[in-house]
């Protein structure tokens, strides 16, 4: 039974940056696009970035700024999200999904069929 497990959340302050790290145990990440979501209190779910299953295709909530970027690393199950120039809008809950792989990921939560428990993002000063 595959598992995801995020990491790396915390305080930041804000203009800073965070890498996260979603790292799945009990099956391979090989065939599962990875999306990243987050939720902060009172707000619906959001799709902030997704990679395809072999890292050939990203697609970000914000392509025009860049400020989220994605990245994996097939051989150590993890898939690596960064957010730069962090703002208190941010803060949220940031969890990872997988699904199988259907050539373009995409930022929409159906259709992911595993998901992590989340990681605390809270930016303040």
């Known amino acids: 039974q595959l598992q995801l497990v995020e990491s790396g959340g915390g305080l930041v302050r804000p203009g800073g940056s965070l890498r996260l790290s979603c790292v799945a145990s009990?099956?391979?990440?090989?065939?599962?696009?990875i999306g990243w979501f987050r939720q902060a209190p009172g707000q619906e779910r959001e799709g902030v970035s997704c990679?395809?299953?072999?890292?050939?295709?990203?697609v970000s909530v914000d392509s025009g700024n860049g400020r989220f970027t994605i990245s994996r690393d097939n051989a150590k199950n993890t898939v690596y999200p960064r957010i730069d120039s962090l703002s208190p809008e941010d803060t949220a809950v940031y969890s990872c999904?997988?699904?199988?792989?259907?050539?373009?990921?995409?930022?929409?939560?159906?259709?992911?069929?595993?998901w992590g428990r989340g990681t605390q993002v809270t930016v303040s000063s």
């Open positions: 990679i395809d299953s072999r890292g050939s295709t990203v």
């Open positions: 999904a997988g699904r199988p792989t259907g050539g373009l990921c995409s930022l929409e939560s159906s259709g992911y069929e595993y």
């Open positions: 009990g099956s391979t990440l090989d065939y599962l696009d």
